[in-house]
């Protein structure tokens, strides 16, 4: 009794699978500068918006006795001596500083109040699927965009499929919205704007391809029970000529 298994033809097909999918499109690209010019920063960035455990020091110029700290919490709120539950997540400090400033003059004649960050909080994404390093991770700064977050985490593997990366983000209304994004036209400069920016608290999912699925579902579905196969069937060959 023998099994015949075509080893040579799978991994000739795997071969060829693979040097299709390594083909490097073609790049029409300026040359690099020899020099950094900084005249091509961008004139004004994006305001900062508050960001939950950010650490706030509010001041009154008049009113020195009611300085304080405060931290946005988990519901995007603040608390001050005077005022209780005022929205601060998603604002920018001037917004968040004209607001107490108008809610203060209730109390105050003229509260001339100022709101700076002391400390900013943390941002938080997670990264999911086919990666070296899967996991949570953090950064303070400007908004990371997918192929940063992807660097973070250690690059995709080449049994990712990555084409086909999904970003689930959380919705002002509580709901979750999914997004494709496409690793291989950032990567390669094909479509400046695959290079997508993310949101705090997004999850990147990088799934596998086709035909790394089917060979994981080969290995833990199929392989488990050759082996056994072949083994009687060795067993029994050596029996017999030994006969």
Known sequence: ?????????????????????????????????????FNDAPAKLQPYLLQIGDELDIRFLLNPELNEMVTVRPDGMISTSLLQDIPAFGRTPAILQ??????????????????????????????????????????????????QALAMAGDVEHSADVQEIVITRQMNDGTNANYLADYQLAAHGLDPQANVPLAPYDILFVPRTGVAEAFV????????????????????????NGD
Request: charged content about 20%; aromatic content about 12%.
């Open 217 to 240: 579902h080969y290995e833990q579905n199929i392989q488990q029970f050759l082996r056994p196969s072949v083994g009687l069937g060795l067993s029994y060959r050596l029996d017999d």
């Open 98 to 147: 004209n607001e107490l400033n108008a809610m203060y003059r209730q109390e105050l004649t003229d509260p001339k109040v100022s709101v700076s960050v002391k400390n900013f909080a943390p941002t938080r994404f997670y990264v999911l699927g086919e990666v070296a390093k899967p996991g949570e991770y953090e950064y303070v700064g400007p908004r990371l965009t997918l192929l």
């Open 1 to 37: 009794m023998r099994f015949v298994f075509p080893i040579k033809g799978l991994l000739l097909a795997f071969a060829v699978i693979g040097l299709s999918a390594c083909a490097t499109p073609e790049r029409n690209f300026p040359q690099a500068p020899s020099k950094l010019v």
